[in-house]
């Protein structure tokens, strides 16, 4: 059984920092694109950030660009997402994602994930 759990969110103040990790079971996605995509109440899940197998490449959507990273840890079966200097329109619930096949492309289309996990909750206040 393929699972990939978040975790990580909570709530900061603007400006601050947070780490999410997702880690995930059930099979090796050590050389499959792994990606974070979030979902603000009220809105369509959008695109992140997104890591191929060897972290060499790594798109972000513009409004993230600067201020998260995405790495990955292939020997601890986690991908990660460093977001600083958190602004409140970053606030969303963030789902992490894989590719079923390996060295594929990243890239911020929902369906070219197979897999997703339950989400984490991120808050930031004014």
């Known amino acids: 059984q393929v699972q990939l759990v978040e975790s990580g969110g909570g709530l900061v103040q603007a400006g601050g920092s947070l780490r999410l990790s997702c880690s995930h079971s059930g099979r090796s996605f050590s050389r499959s694109v792994l990606a974070w995509f979030r979902q603000a109440p009220g809105k369509e899940r959008e695109f992140v950030a997104a890591i191929n197998w060897t972290g060499g490449t790594t798109p972000y959507a513009d409004s993230v660009k600067g201020r998260f990273t995405i790495s990955r840890d292939n020997a601890q079966n986690t991908v990660y997402l460093q977001m600083n200097i958190l602004k409140p329109e970053d606030t969303a619930v963030y789902y992490c994602?894989?590719?079923?096949?390996?060295?594929?492309?990243?890239?911020?289309?929902?369906?070219?994930?197979?897999?997703w996990g339950q989400g984490t909750q991120v808050t930031v206040s004014s």
């Open positions: 994602a894989a590719q079923s096949r390996g060295y594929g492309v990243p890239g911020p289309y929902q369906n070219l994930y197979d897999y």
